[in-house]
């Protein structure tokens, strides 16, 4: 059983920053992959970042390219998301997502089993 349990949003400024958690209760968390997504109103979910746990190795969205950080705290099972220089399309609603054993990094919604319950993010003066 893996419960995925997000952190951290709220309302920001543009140009603002915040940092989204994503607490992991999972066995081998050193065999997931573990993603964010997020989705805005009236658009498709969209991958924004992932990290492997066994190496640490990450890729980005080019839309948060340079602004987004995900890392990762092994001890704690926990996968962070440092957001700044916030826009407005940043405003979504972001999940955090665990696919077991992957091959590659990779942000395809059909290979995370895993989701959490989102949490809200929004950006606006």
């Known amino acids: 059983q893996v419960q995925l349990v997000e952190s951290g949003g709220g309302l920001v400024q543009p140009g603002g920053s915040l940092r989204l958690s994503c607490a992991a209760s999972v066995i081998g968390w050193e065999d997931y992959q573990i993603a964010w997504f997020r989705q805005a109103p009236g658009k498709e979910r969209e991958g924004v970042s992932c990290?492997?746990?066994?190496?640490?190795?990450?890729y980005y969205a080019d839309s948060v390219k340079g602004r987004f950080t995900i890392s990762r705290d092994n001890a704690k099972g926990t996968v962070y998301l440092e957001m700044n220089n916030l826009k407005p399309e940043d405003t979504a609603v972001y999940y955090c997502?665990?696919?077991?054993?992957?091959?590659?990094?990779?942000?395809?919604?059909?290979?995370?089993?895993?989701w959490g319950q989102g949490t809200q993010v929004t950006v606006s003066s």
């Open positions: 990290i492997l746990s066994s190496n640490g190795r990450t």
């Open positions: 997502a665990a696919e077991p054993d992957p091959y590659y990094l990779n942000l395809h919604l059909s290979n995370y089993d895993y």
